[in-house]
């Protein structure tokens, strides 16, 4: 019987730390940029969002983003609350198999996700870089992505026309510092 208890109490030991080492891996940031072109009737148009919300996962290589069509941003988001009350919401993953900080050449990647607007998703597809920055404390890479709908779909976003494609400019966070911020109850 101790025996059982011990393997048990092992197992649940082993799932609470690969958890809390995963969860170590994910940053949540309001700082950065997104762009979208949009058509409105033969005129492109670009709006430039800089109230967005990024979700990123370093181990998963995942990025998720969500904001809302006129670029405002709620102070306070319970963490509970983070993927709710925006109009659009992007859910990627990238072609890399991790998002890494440490010095390393740029990084060429596909993506593939889903698009969520007024409750339908979309698939997505795109490209983007991984660059890394030498000499920098806290940010250790820029990361970009070009965002387009998959097979000749069209997305009429309300208030800013036809969806041609995304961007997004994010600075991506060295894994120490989030290490330390995690550590200190960030």
Sequence with gaps: MKRIILFLGTLILLAISIYTAEAQRTYITRKGKLVAKTLE???????EFKNINVLLDYDKAEVIINFKLDDTLDDHIPSNRFFYDYDVALNTRLSLSEIETSSHPKRIFDLKGELFYNETAYYIKGNGVLEHWEGSEDMSCMLTMNIELMDNTKLFLDSLGLLEDIHLFQ????REVLDEWENAGY
Excluded: A, E, I, S
């Excluded at 600075?171 to 060295?174: F, S």
């Design 171 to 174: 600075t991506v966070l060295n």
């Design 41 to 47: 009737g033969d005129t492109l148009k670009t709006r």
